[in-house]
């Protein structure tokens, strides 16, 4: 029977399936990442800055830390979807070549049969169909296969581009987020840098007649400020539920403080007094924060650096500073501002 070159294409069309591997496509054009704005900084002034100029420029990087934050948050949901985008991708690509490979494999063991036979491409269809001239049984089967694998082979190059897209777009958006963090971090730094500034020129140094120790008052916040007001009682003397302006009980010397720097109306108690703000452990304490004592809170002072606090002790005695570390029933504090 003459060779019929139909029936060789299709076995050749098999065999060059054969060497189909998983194509990886180079990366596509992704959707553009967001840029990161730099860090500003901070503006300069001629000479010694005021503590106007302070002020000024403090709230300035302020402003702009909280929308370099806001740019950073963003980000990080935008890297979230990139980064599940890419495992979906991933996930469809291997799933599209574990569903070929089978078909791959019979191919190959086709093949290798036919060549340790020692048979050329036609010996496939050889002996026919059951009417004697189509293909053979073992070519239907190959091209069958091989028809699958192709198919097969086109789904798994376009799962690979859109893989080879979506980790191109994490990249992106993984480097806009380490540019709005670093930016973050930078202008945070700068903050640091203009109160530290403003720090050095609001230093007060009072001492207690009473207790001896000296308290040395740093910064311009409003625990700062509420501090200063309250060691100008220093000597007061203690009456029950008094808060000021000449005698004063515990939580009434923190509410009669707080009033005189722009902040009314606290609850004269220190329950409420300790639901407010927010909470601060031991080791961070700062000047201004209000330290709690006992199960119940019955007694409060003011923090004022170096293991000292500011308060109104009890009957019989004065507005005076103490050692933190003489109490034993310390029992938390919080930061108001």
């Known amino acids: 029977m003459a060779k019929d070159p139909q029936r060789r294409r299709v076995v050749l069309a098999a065999a060059t399936v054969l060497a189909l591997g998983l194509g990886v496509a180079a990366p596509g054009a992704a959707h553009a990442a967001p840029t990161a704005p730099r860090a500003p900084q901070a503006p300069p002034s001629p000479g010694k800055p005021s503590e106007s100029d302070l002020k000024k420029q403090l709230q300035q990087l302020q402003d702009e830390a909280e929308k370099l934050t806001e740019q950073y948050n963003k980000s990080r949901v935008e890297l979230g979807k990139a980064q599940k985008a890419e495992r979906d991708a991933t996930r469809r690509a291997d799933a599209l070549e574990a569903q070929a490979a089978p078909a791959r494999a019979a191919l190959g063991r086709v093949a290798a049969n036919q060549y ?4 050329g491409p036609d010996v496939i269809f050889a002996g026919g169909g059951t009417d004697g001239g189509g293909l053979s049984d073992t070519a239907y089967l190959a091209q069958n296969r091989a028809g699958a ?53 609001n230093i007060t140094r009072t001492k207690d007649p009473t207790s001896g120790y000296t308290v040395t008052v740093r910064g311009s916040g409003l625990p700062q400020k509420m501090l200063r007001k309250a060691l100008g009682k220093l000597g007061s003397p203690y009456v029950w539920a008094a808060a000021g302006p000449t005698t004063f009980d515990c939580s009434g010397l923190v509410i009669w403080a707080y009033d005189q720097v722009g902040k009314p109306g606290l609850p004269h108690y220190t329950g409420d007094l300790f639901q407010l703000g927010h909470k601060v452990d031991r080791g961070s304490l700062r000047q201004g924060d209000l330290v709690y004592f006992g199960g119940n809170l019955h007694h409060m002072g003011i923090y004022a650096g170096n293991g000292l606090y500011l308060h109104a002790p009890q009957t019989g005695d004065v507005v005076k500073v103490s050692k933190l570390s003489d109490r034993s029933d310390f029992a938390g504090a919080n930061r108001i501002e």
């Open 116 to 119: 340790m036979s020692g048979g």
């Open 149 to 201: 694998v192709q198919r097969l082979q086109t789904l798994i190059d376009q799962a690979n581009k859109a893989k080879s897209d979506a980790q191109a777009q994490t990249a992106k958006v993984k480097q806009a987020a380490d540019q709005a963090d670093a930016a973050r971090k930078t202008t945070k730094g700068k903050i640091d840098q203009v109160q530290k500034l403003l720090d050095k020129l």
